[in-house]
């Protein structure tokens, strides 16, 4: 494995990670609606387990899938049930006041998230095979999986950070009901792509 081939890796994980979908729809509404502390243990439940589909990958979760696809698909359908939940908890909870979110429930929530998100197992499944030789020894694959834990607990604790400073914070609970509706339905039409594609109408 060479410095380039790292270089090029966190280059498109943190392209990946920026983008919109449910890993940083969660950690964005999370930090602004629970505070600071639980939109960081948020991210650091979505890096967790991010970093942990990347170890997978490395030990070949590609060939997994590719010999049996009905996992895949399996994966995908229990993401896109999950989604709705959240979706659904999200547009019940923007009409009520705001309550604390405990750092374990936060963390969990990350966990299960990029659990069931195909994003991020798609990424982990494929971009290192397009990156990085086969064969890496085990050296080179827990320095893999260490970045990319690294960089991910980077980009949520520093999200977090940014969108409790007393500007955002004030517009935000101003805008509350519109914001967290907004995440929900997002969150839906997320899930509900997920349905469509597996059932064969995308």
């Avoid at 990319?148 to 517009?171: D, I, K, P, Q, W």
Wanted: hydrophobic share 60%; aromatic share 6%; proline share 4%.
């Amino acid at each position: 494995m060479s410095l380039e081939q790292l270089l090029a890796f966190n280059l498109v994980l943190a392209a990946a990670v920026a983008s919109p979908g449910p890993a940083l729809l969660l950690a964005v509404q999370t930090a602004l609606g629970a505070g600071r502390r639980s939109g960081v243990t948020a991210g650091a439940g979505l890096a967790c387990m991010a970093a942990t589909w990347t170890g997978l990958a490395l030990l070949g979760l590609g060939a997994v899938f590719a010999t049996v696809p009905a996992l895949a698909i399996a994966m995908k359908l229990a993401g896109a049930c999950y989604l709705l939940l959240l979706a659904r908890g999200m547009w019940r909870e923007s009409a009520l006041p705001t309550l604390p979110v405990p750092a374990r429930r936060a963390f969990r929530q990350g966990i299960t998230v990029n659990l069931l998100n195909p994003k991020s197992v798609l990424f982990a499944a494929a971009v290192l095979v397009a990156i990085f030789p086969s064969g890496l020894g085990v050296t080179d694959s827990a320095l893999v999986v260490a970045n990319h834990l690294v960089v991910e607990l980077c980009f949520y604790s520093g999200l977090a950070c940014l969108l409790n400073t007393r500007t955002v914070a004030e517009r935000y609970i101003r805008a509350r009901l519109y914001i967290d509706r907004g995440a929900a339905i997002l969150l839906a039409a997320l899930a509900l792509r997920l349905l469509v594609d597996q059932a064969g109408f995308a």
